[in-house]
């Protein structure tokens, strides 16, 4: 579960040192070092691939380690790693050293992918999978908010694109996978730690987010999914405001419950889009490569959204769009359990879901008492749901034919846009 973020940086920095001679100072913001960003991107993109990949690789991981394991656990113990990560970092908040988390999380991400790389067997593999985690979702969390801190007017462009490279990565991910799948999979893992190691200027973004009296960055983003991707928001509000600062509250309540909800659904429901389309693909008579391949088709759809479809209906509010989208993306998934039509179902699917997760932020922080904490509950929901819904997926539809997973999703499609209508009718 990667996705697209919007932040807003908060540019006014003020000296509050004690002494006779503390005077304010001029409004300030810390900037980002150039090798520092170049080095972000090129992790993103490794993240990206890494994260995508997964889904696609579970005919070849089913091959490598026997049908006797139920191999969809691989995903759900990468986004708990990345869920622990954001629970964690926000938890610590500035008792954290931020400055030194950057190159600590590479280093976690780029030893995970090596163990996985190395496993002998599937426990194995899975443990190491949970600490590559980690160390994605706290890259995906520091990253995201040492952008939305270190450009200035700037931030919102960079925070997008950003996780514009993190989408190019999760296009790329199921073609790698299929491309090195019928030699051994594992050598996907071991590529991306080998490609996370000159990405160590990274570490130079600790400096943005351990800036004196950086103001916490009020992000508002969507997934990798995930998918959603993921993170990056709940790093600059719970690392900010999980602290205890002036006894601020999350704005959490019933009017709180119905974006939940819909963010903790849909952004599992993504997330199991990218992971079993390519099991489905292999039961409908395609290869194990080419269904591999194809499955990229659908995070192509989300990458092509993104940038379309939100400029066709940009006059819309939210509540009328929020349903529609997930109205259509119900209607490419029902088509995807018609034979032979997944393969452009899915894409179809991307198209029409890609701008519900950046829609249903940007309401909440819209309505919120106390947008960036909103925010933050909100990605955590949407990072547990990447957690548990594929796994309920699999349990559902994992073992059945081909047309039973397509009807899995489409159901979880179903109870999303049940929620979004609740939601609709409870903010009128």
Not at 71 to 85: P, Q
Not at 165 to 183: D, N, R, S
């Amino acid at each position: 579960m990667t996705e697209l973020r919007r932040a807003e940086s908060t540019p006014a920095l003020v000296d509050t040192a004690p002494g006779p001679a503390a005077e304010e100072e001029p409004a300030a913001t810390p900037v980002m070092a150039g090798s520092a960003a170049v080095s972000a991107f090129c992790v993103f993109l490794v993240l990206g691939v890494l994260t995508a990949s997964l889904g696609a690789s579970l005919p070849f991981l089913r091959e490598r380690f026997g049908a006797e394991h139920e191999v969809g656990r691989v995903v759900s113990a990468y986004n708990l790693g990345a869920l622990a990560a954001t629970v964690c970092i926000g938890l610590l908040g500035r008792r954290l050293n931020v400055r030194a988390a950057p190159p600590v999380l590479l280093a976690v991400f780029a030893a995970g992918a090596a163990g996985m790389a190395a496993s002998p067997g599937w426990t194995a593999y899975l443990c190491c999978a949970a600490v590559t985690g980690i160390g994605y979702g706290g890259l995906a969390l520091t990253l995201n908010t040492a952008f939305a801190r270190g450009f200035a007017g700037n931030s919102v462009v960079m925070v997008n694109r950003l996780n514009a490279v993190f989408g190019i990565g999760a296009m790329l991910g199921p073609l790698a996978a299929g491309a090195v799948g019928h030699t051994d999979i594992r050598l996907l893992a071991l590529a991306a730690a080998v490609c996370a190691l000159p990405c160590f200027l990274v570490g130079r973004a600790g400096a943005v987010l351990a800036a004196p009296g950086a103001a916490p960055g009020a992000a508002t983003g969507a997934d990798g999914d995930a998918g959603g991707t993921t993170g990056g928001d709940a790093g600059g509000d719970a690392g900010g405001d999980a602290d205890g600062r002036g006894g601020q509250r999350a704005w959490i309540g019933l009017e709180l419950l119905p974006f939940l909800l819909v963010g903790l659904v849909y952004a599992g429901m993504e997330t199991s889009i990218g992971t079993w389309q390519s099991t489905q693909l292999v039961r409908d008579g395609w290869s194990t490569q080419a269904a591999t391949t194809a499955a990229s088709g659908f995070w192509a759809g989300m990458a092509v959204g993104r940038l379309v479809v939100p400029q066709l209906t940009r006059r819309l509010p939210g509540r009328t769009t929020l349903p529609a989208y997930l109205a259509a993306g119900l209607g490419a998934l029902a088509l995807a359990a018609v034979p032979h039509l997944a393969v452009v179902a899915y894409p179809l699917a991307g198209l029409a879901l890609a701008p519900v997760l950046p829609t249903l932020i940007a309401w909440v922080s819209g309505v919120a008492a106390v947008p960036q904490q909103a925010t933050s509950v909100l990605t955590l929901c949407c990072m547990l749901g990447n957690a548990v819904v594929p796994a309920v997926v699999g349990a559902l539809g994992g073992s059945g034919g081909a047309v039973v997973i397509p009807l899995v999703l489409a159901g979880a499609c179903l109870l999303c846009l049940g929620l979004a209508l609740w939601l609709r009718a409870a903010r009128r």
